[in-house]
């Protein structure tokens, strides 16, 4: 298996370990190495189905260090089936890094992240990144029901502070994980990837607390490489974008359509008006 | 012992391309999003994605939902105005080394020329696609290609104003296609592209709300590649300028039914999604192809689906 006769960022990656979690919950490790050195905390990739019979599918990027990426899913629908069923030896296919990834920068000493069922695949490296560089982290992980909490204990042995929660009370705190941050008051800035209710609970408790977030969004994606236009979110208008991007809105406001695949996934709080 | 290459090159109009792969508008951006995953000099030209003359905010989200074999979206034609376009955008086109077509959409004859002008005025836009079936704003835009007399006046407008390549995208979503191809060419048109999106709609029966921001969309993919090959069949058996054919082709075999229809070229939209290497791939294959059954051209094998073809022009319209 080579890489290098293909562009830089197509990468025929194989199989190297699959396990299931949890009912429905994969993660898939591939044997990765020019992924893996490139990707940033935070970054996706498009996987492409094997048959080729559905579109490419945005996953992020678990874990990436020396030849191995992993990525961790929840089996939702037929491409993510498809993902499921591939065996150790296989190959896969996945274009990436793609988008931003989570904004590290600014030293902060005190980092709460927030952890909404499969969004505990796009923080593990974040996590392990800011604690390599002497941040306290504490985890605020939450989930449906105990069985789907996984790798919490991966983020404790990474050096996290884990605080668990569940919707049925099964496992931690019964109730929702931002009942958590808002009780906990103490960080320097919020990292936050889950659905999008939780974002934006995550959103409104970070501007009560008087803290910045970065919260991963979510949205279908066609292309994930900025081609389509179709996974838009209004945010207020920066001088990079000014005056590339169509208004969000009619009447000339500074509010303008950002694609989430290519500006974000990771937007701050207070750019975002949705 | 060398063999000669066959030749992949075809025109449109005037319009020569060395591949006869066009990138859909609307799937592709202006080409660049895809240079890191694909080799872009393999491919014949980007079609730009739809502009219009004032700058459109476009449909809420969700603007995607992936259905059996395809996917809807329902974009709504977000794009910055004709004006901010010609200005930032165009200029970049230029330096690159793969072509550019530039895709009109508009709500009034008006619309449709003073865009149309604007765009092909400049030296980096290498055709205007003419996009009068746009499914998702409302039904306005899609009354042009709805309505054989509107197509004809669009396209007599617009060819009034550019000597360039005009190509006339044709929507599915008409009881006669037909009819409006007929008089597409007899407006002036050089070339028509062989379809557009599909309406359809999808529901979650968990909330009971439409899928879409929109409630309808426009379905792409393998999902309607039948529907468009048999368009491009109808389409070629009355007009004698090439046809564009696009719907669903994600693979060689796919690309050859259209050609086989009827098409002189061919478009790739949401094969780019499922992988941006397809256009490529393509590309190699028909080469293949052409050198197995020993074809010196492309062209060799349009229309030559073994059905019978009309004459040109014994179209008549309806016979009542
Ligand atoms: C930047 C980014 C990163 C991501 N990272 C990850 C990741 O690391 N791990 C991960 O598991 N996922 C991740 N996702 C989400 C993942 O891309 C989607 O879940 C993916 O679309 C699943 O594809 P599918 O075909 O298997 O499911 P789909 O069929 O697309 O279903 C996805 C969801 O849509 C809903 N749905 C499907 N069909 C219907 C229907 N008929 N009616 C109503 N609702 C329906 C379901 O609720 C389902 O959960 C990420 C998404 C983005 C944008
Ligand atoms: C996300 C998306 C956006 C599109 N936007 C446009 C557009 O702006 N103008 C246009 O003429 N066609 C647009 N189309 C239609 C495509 O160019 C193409 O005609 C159609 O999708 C069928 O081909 P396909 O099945 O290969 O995608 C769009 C299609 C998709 C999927
Ligand atoms: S998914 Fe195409 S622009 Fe984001």
């Known amino acids: ?274 | 012992m060398v063999e000669t290459q066959p030749s992949l090159a075809i025109k449109l109009g005037k319009l020569e391309l060395p591949y006869p792969t066009l990138m859909g508008s609307g799937c592709y951006g202006s080409g660049e999003e895809f240079a890191q995953f694909t080799d872009l000099r393999k491919i014949g030209a980007v079609v730009l994605k739809s502009v219009t003359r004032l700058p459109r905010v476009g449909n809420p989200t969700p603007r995607l939902v992936h259905t059996p074999a395809g996917m809807l979206n329902a974009i709504g034609l977000q794009n910055p105005g004709i004006d901010w376009y010609l200005e930032h955008e165009v200029p970049k086109y230029g330096r690159r080394p793969w072509r550019v077509i530039g895709s009109v959409a508009g709500f009034s004859v008006d619309d449709y020329a003073y865009v149309c002008e604007r765009l092909a005025a400049r030296d980096e836009i290498a055709a205007i696609e003419l996009n009068i079936s746009c499914p998702n704003v409302a039904s306005e835009g899609e009354t042009f290609a709805c309505d054989p007399n509107l197509t004809a006046k669009v396209v007599r407008t617009c060819r009034g104003l550019t000597d360039k390549t005009l190509i006339v995208k044709l929507s599915p979503n008409v009881t006669d296609i037909t009819a409006i191809a007929f008089e597409a060419e007899a407006a002036g048109a050089d070339a028509l592209a062989v379809i557009n999106t599909v309406r359809g709609m999808a529901i979650d029966v968990d909330t009971w709300h439409p899928r879409l921001g929109n409630v309808t969309g426009g379905l792409s993919g393998p999902a309607i590649r039948p529907i468009a090959v048999l368009a491009v069949y109808e389409v070629a058996r009355v007009v004698t300028i090439p046809i564009v054919g696009q719907g669903g082709i994600e693979t060689t075999r796919d690309a050859l039914e259209f050609l086989l229809a009827g098409a002189t070229a061919i478009s790739i939209g949401t094969a780019n999604f499922t992988d941006p290497r397809v256009p490529e791939r393509i590309v190699e294959e028909l080469r293949e192809y052409l050198l197995n059954r020993n074809l010196a051209s492309i062209g060799e094998i349009v229309g030559k689906a073994n059905v019978g073809f009309a004459t040109a022009h014994e179209y008549e319209g309806d016979q009542g």
């Open chain 1, 1 to 274: 298996m080579t890489t290098l006769d293909l562009p830089s960022r197509v990468h025929a990656t194989l199989v190297t370990d699959r396990r299931e979690l949890a009912p429905g919950v994969v993660l898939l490790e591939l044997d990765a190495p020019e992924l893996a050195a490139a990707t940033l905390p935070g970054q996706f990739v498009m996987a492409i189905p094997p048959s080729g019979e559905a579109a490419a599918t945005a996953l992020g990027v678990y874990e990436a260090e020396m030849r191995r990426a992993s990525l961790l899913f929840f089996i939702t629908g037929k491409r993510t089936r498809e993902l499921a069923e591939l065996h150790v030896g296989e190959r896969l296919d996945v274009l990436g890094p793609l988008g931003n990834g989570f904004d590290l920068s600014g030293s902060p000493r005190h980092v709460a992240i927030v952890a909404g069922g499969v969004g505990i695949a796009s923080v593990l490296l974040p996590a392990q990144a800011l604690i390599r560089a002497g941040a306290r982290v504490q985890l605020f992980y939450g989930a449906r029901t105990a069985a789907l909490l996984v790798e919490a204990q991966r983020f404790a042995d990474a050096g996290c502070e884990v605080a668990l929660s569940t919707d049925d009370g099964t496992a931690g705190y019964h109730g929702y994980v931002t009942d958590l941050l808002e009780r906990s008051r103490k960080h320097d800035v919020v990292l936050a990837c889950g659905p999008s209710p939780m974002l934006r609970a995550v959103a409104r408790v970070a501007a009560q607390i008087g803290v910045r977030a970065q919260l991963s969004l979510e949205e279908t994606f066609a292309c994930g490489v900025g081609g389509c236009w179709g996974c838009v979110v209004p945010i207020v208008r920066t001088s990079a974008q000014a005056p590339s991007f169509p208004p969000a809105s009619e009447g000339g406001s500074d509010v303008v359509n950002a694609r989430i695949c290519k500006e974000g996934p990771v937007f701050w709080n207070d750019e975002l008006r949705w």
